[in-house]
Structure formats: C-alpha cells, structure tokens
C-alpha cells in the first residue's frame, strides 16, 4: 500500500487546516491508520489513529478535543481535520498503515508510512 499524504501549510495559531492521505488500494477492515508527526530534532509523535472499519478512534493527549481523524472507505482515504492550532502543532505530519492489534500509538506497528505533509503554525 502507497501512501500519500497532501494539506499542510503555514497558518496562524487559531486557524483549521484539514490533512488528507490517500492510499493506493483498498486498506483491509482488521487495518489500523494513523497520524503521526515529527517536529526538528523531535522523535515521531502519534497524534491519532482510526481502523479501517468499526467506529474505534485514539488520539494523543496533546490534541484530544482539536483534532478529528476520519475516513472515507469509498475513495480509500483518511482525514485529519485539526483545530485551534498553536505554534507547538508545527511538524511533519505522517500517515502510516499497518495490521495494528494492539499499540496503535508505537510507529514500529506501522508497516507502510506516506511521505509527509509539513503544517506550520505560526504565533
């Protein structure tokens, strides 16, 4: 499975922006996709994460109640739609896919990783 992750930009702390990430083929019901983000000289943070099917979501502490993970089965894509962004938001942000049983929020369970969408957030 490719993955390609599309949406970042500079915007000012308050602003919304909305990541999309698209994969290559259909993403098998028992998969897990995710979120996560790196900022310079930082290790690879989760943000949020969603299985292809039911309704289970997670998200990281630092962004519970800003940002909303979803998907769209049809076109094989998911969603990052983030709110009241600050400044410490800033980062590359990944999407990742992988056949995740438990420990979604460890990048090592990932297997197939996109290339990244850089968000900045300025103050």
């Known amino acids: 499975v490719q993955l390609q992750a599309s949406g970042g930009g500079l915007v000012q702390a308050g602003d919304s922006l909305k990541l999309s990430c698209a994969a290559s083929t259909r993403t098998f019901s028992n998969y897990v996709m995710a979120w996560f983000r790196q900022a310079p000289g930082e290790e690879r943070e989760f943000v949020a994460a969603?299985?292809?099917?039911?309704?289970?979501?997670y998200y990281g502490d630092s962004v519970k109640g800003r940002f909303t993970i979803s998907r769209d089965n049809a076109k094989n894509t998911m969603y990052l739609q983030m709110n009241s962004l600050k400044p410490e938001d800033t980062a590359v942000y990944f999407c990742?896919?992988?056949?995740?049983?438990?420990?979604?929020?460890?990048?090592?369970?990932?297997?197939?990783w996109g290339q990244g969408t850089e968000v900045t957030v300025s103050s």
């Open positions: 990742a896919v992988g056949a995740v049983v438990s420990g979604e929020t460890l990048p090592r369970n990932y297997n197939n």
């Open positions: 969603i299985r292809w099917s039911g309704s289970f979501t």
